[in-house]
């Protein structure tokens, strides 16, 4: 079955610093891919998606290039600041399917 | 933002007790989902709805069940409530399958003494 995995977090940076989240993915067919984000004591909310290999999705300065070759959707920005401190999880939406699969999220720390 | 309520927010209650909790849509959204989110296991679905009276499972629909009755409402029912199912449960919607953006809703955190 589908699967996503992210790195282990926490990842813990300081403000400035440039972020890298790894996700890779197991799916059959042509996924489409998203990033959420879980500010602490809230719901997720979608930060970024890319529906189609070597898409490039961005948003509030995070960027995700979809790479079929790496089976990879990994996660920057170029300098963080103290506000992205959030829970940011990886997810894939199969081929003709209509839900989606989560990988187990990455916590973000981000020190003034 | 979506408007999406759940209720209730928080819940404290016995092993063996039935539960039910409600999430409430004003998005006219057709697809509505019900997760759990545990520490080391991310977000699991637990059953969704692709229109009203239409559901489906998820991958830890054990020990759930779900209703549909109109297409803003989609209930979420612990028959008897055990210690496992303490968790933080989030509900959402989406306009159309999967490449649609779901959106979610504020959480529900569950306690089972």
């Known amino acids: 079955g589908d699967s996503v995995t992210q790195m282990e977090g926490p990842v813990t940076l300081s403000e400035e610093a440039f972020l890298t989240i790894n996700c890779t993915y197991t799916a059959t067919g042509y996924p489409s891919l998203f990033w959420y984000v879980q500010y602490p004591g809230e719901g997720l909310q979608l930060l970024l998606k890319?529906?189609?290999?070597?898409d490039k999705g961005s948003n509030k300065g995070f960027e995700a290039t979809y790479r079929k070759e790496t089976t990879s959707f990994h996660l920057e920005k170029g300098s963080v600041q103290v506000s992205d401190s959030a829970v940011y999880f990886c997810a894939l939406s199969g081929t003709g399917y209509s839900t989606l699969t989560f990988g187990k999220g990455t916590m973000l720390l981000v020190s003034p | 933002d979506a408007g999406i309520t759940q209720s209730p927010r928080h819940k404290v209650t016995e092993t063996g007790t039935p539960v039910t909790l409600r999430c409430h849509q004003t998005e006219n959204h057709r697809y509505m989902y019900w997760y759990r989110q545990d520490p080391g296991h991310g977000l699991r679905l637990i059953h969704y709805s692709y229109g009203v009276k239409d559901t489906d499972k998820g991958e830890v629909s054990d020990g759930y069940s779900v209703s549909r009755s109109k297409t803003e409402d989609f209930l979420l029912t612990l028959e008897s409530a055990t210690s496992s199912q303490t968790s933080v449960y989030f509900c959402?919607?989406?306009?159309?399958?999967?490449?649609?953006?779901?959106?979610f809703g504020p959480g529900t955190r569950l306690t089972v003494l």
């Open positions: 890319a529906t189609k290999a070597d």
């Open positions: 959402a919607i989406s306009e159309t399958s999967g490449y649609n953006e779901q959106f």
